[in-house]
């Protein structure tokens, strides 16, 4: 037989090892970010600011969300509380934080891509013919937290906010405005422009003229004069 058309022998593939069991912790700790997926027994917070000064009320760590997200309760004005996800570690209870909603934009500063803190992108917003500015956009993460809305950052980069209270709405210090306010101008009509006209001809100076022509007026003038004195 032709060793060409010899079958290689089948090897036996190597035991999976086998997933240890899941613990009543493991249970709890995949039910509760289940919930927080679904956002079961919570609502979307209303009436937000674009931006205000909120104070980290309560901080937890989501088990079995790749170690990397927690789980904050901030306050901001009249005492309106709400929940939001964000990274591990760059916020404590009891600091207070710049909070930039969803539909938010954001001029273009470094300082508002801190990438511990948040995630943006950049847009481009066309006003008219040379009329456009860039600004960043927030993204908003909603695959641990349902009802997440907006981002938070760390006043280390806001000098100018360290001293601003509690509830303080700050959109205005920052140059932060509204995305559908946005959307708003550039679909708005464009000015027409003028369409320029063509300029009458500028008449000949009697330098350009001939020396006939000259001549010829000259004497109906002197013709005319001649006839008002008869």
């Not at 290689?8 to 927080?36: F, G, H, V």
């Not at 919570?42 to 009436?47: F, K, L, S, V």
């Not at 964000?86 to 938010?104: E, Q």
Request: aromatic share 8%.
């Amino acid at each position: 037989m032709n060793k060409k058309n010899e079958k290689p022998e089948k090897t036996d593939k190597p035991e999976k090892p086998e997933k240890p069991e899941k613990t009543w912790e493991d249970i709890r700790a995949i039910a509760y970010l289940d919930k927080l997926r679904r956002g079961e027994g919570e609502t979307m917070p209303t009436a937000l600011p674009l931006a205000c000064i909120v104070r980290v009320v309560a901080y937890k760590e989501i088990p079995k969300a790749n170690e990397r997200y927690a789980l904050v309760t901030v306050r901001g004005s009249l005492g309106i509380t709400w929940k939001m996800c964000v990274n591990r570690n760059y916020l404590k209870k009891g600091m207070n934080a710049l909070f930039v909603a969803k539909g938010a934009t954001m001029p273009e500063e470094e300082r508002f891509r801190n990438p511990e803190a948040a995630k943006v992108k950049l847009r481009v917003f066309r006003f008219g013919p040379g009329i456009k500015e860039r600004r960043f956009l927030p993204i908003v993460n909603r695959t641990i937290y349902h009802f997440n809305n907006g981002l938070l950052y760390p006043l280390d980069d806001f000098p100018e906010l360290k001293r601003m209270r509690e509830g303080t709405i700050c959109a205005a210090e920052l140059r932060i405005d509204s995305l559908k306010e946005r959307h708003a101008r550039v679909a708005a009509p464009k000015p027409k422009q003028k369409k320029k006209t063509a300029s009458a001809p500028k008449a000949e100076s009697d330098a350009a003229e001939g020396f006939f022509a000259k001549l010829r007026r000259r004497h109906i003038r002197v013709w005319r004069a001649r006839e008002n004195e008869d």
